[in-house]
C-alpha cells in the first residue's frame, strides 16, 4: 500500500504542481507560493501569521508573496478591528478574478484526465480521495 502511494501521489502531484506553474506565471505572471498564498487567503486565513503556519514557512517568506500580490492589487491590507496592532489581508475585485480562473482552468485540465475512468473508477477514487482526506485531517502533513 505505501509503495503504491509513493508511485502514484508525487508523479501526480509534479503534473499538477507543473500545471499550476504554468498557469499561475504563463497567464497572470505569478508564482506558485503566490497563487497559493492567494488559495489560503480566499479559503479564510487572514494574517500573515496564519498563512505561514498552513504553508510551513517563514514569516518573512509569506510577507515577501504577499507585497508583491499587494503590489499587484491582488489582495489588500487592512488593520484589524478588533486588534489595530494586526493586519488582516483579503483579496481584491481583481484577486478573486484571477484566483476564479485558475481554479477553472485547474478543473478543466483536471476533468479531461479523468473524462476516460469507467464510472467505478471514478467512485473508487472518490471514495480513496475521501479516505485519504480524513487520515491527513487527523495526521497532520504527510
Given at each position: 500500500?505505501?509503495?503504491?502511494?509513493?508511485e502514484?501521489?508525487?508523479?501526480?502531484?509534479g503534473?499538477?504542481?507543473?500545471?499550476?506553474r504554468?498557469?499561475?506565471?504563463?497567464?497572470?505572471?505569478?508564482?506558485?507560493?503566490?497563487f497559493y498564498?492567494?488559495?489560503?487567503?480566499?479559503k479564510?486565513?487572514?494574517?500573515?501569521?496564519?498563512?505561514?503556519g498552513?504553508?510551513?514557512?517563514?514569516?518573512a517568506?509569506?510577507?515577501?508573496?504577499?507585497?508583491a500580490?499587494?503590489?499587484?492589487?491582488?489582495?489588500?491590507?487592512?488593520?484589524?478591528p478588533?486588534?489595530?496592532?494586526r493586519?488582516?489581508?483579503?483579496?481584491?475585485?481583481?484577486?478573486?478574478?484571477?484566483?476564479?480562473?485558475?481554479?477553472?482552468?485547474?478543473?478543466l485540465?483536471?476533468?479531461?484526465?479523468l473524462?476516460?475512468?469507467?464510472?467505478?473508477?471514478?467512485?473508487?477514487?472518490?471514495?480513496?480521495?475521501?479516505i485519504?482526506?480524513?487520515?491527513?485531517?487527523?495526521?497532520?502533513?504527510?
Open positions: 500500500m505505501v509503495e503504491a502511494f509513493w502514484a501521489f508525487p508523479p501526480l502531484w503534473q499538477i504542481r507543473a500545471h499550476i504554468r498557469q499561475a506565471v504563463e497567464r497572470s505572471g505569478i508564482t506558485v507560493e503566490q498564498i492567494l488559495r489560503h487567503i480566499h479564510g486565513y487572514r494574517s500573515v501569521h496564519e498563512l505561514a498552513v504553508k510551513g514557512i517563514s514569516r517568506a509569506v510577507s515577501q508573496a504577499v507585497d500580490l499587494v503590489s499587484r492589487g491582488l489582495v489588500t491590507r487592512r488593520p484589524d478588533v486588534d489595530r496592532r493586519v488582516q489581508l483579503e483579496l481584491t475585485l481583481e484577486g478573486h478574478a484571477l484566483l476564479e480562473a485558475l481554479f477553472q482552468e485547474a478543473s485540465w483536471l476533468q479531461e484526465r473524462a476516460p475512468l469507467p464510472r467505478e473508477e471514478l467512485e473508487s477514487l472518490l471514495f480513496a480521495l475521501k485519504l482526506r480524513r487520515i491527513s485531517a487527523h495526521a497532520g502533513d504527510f
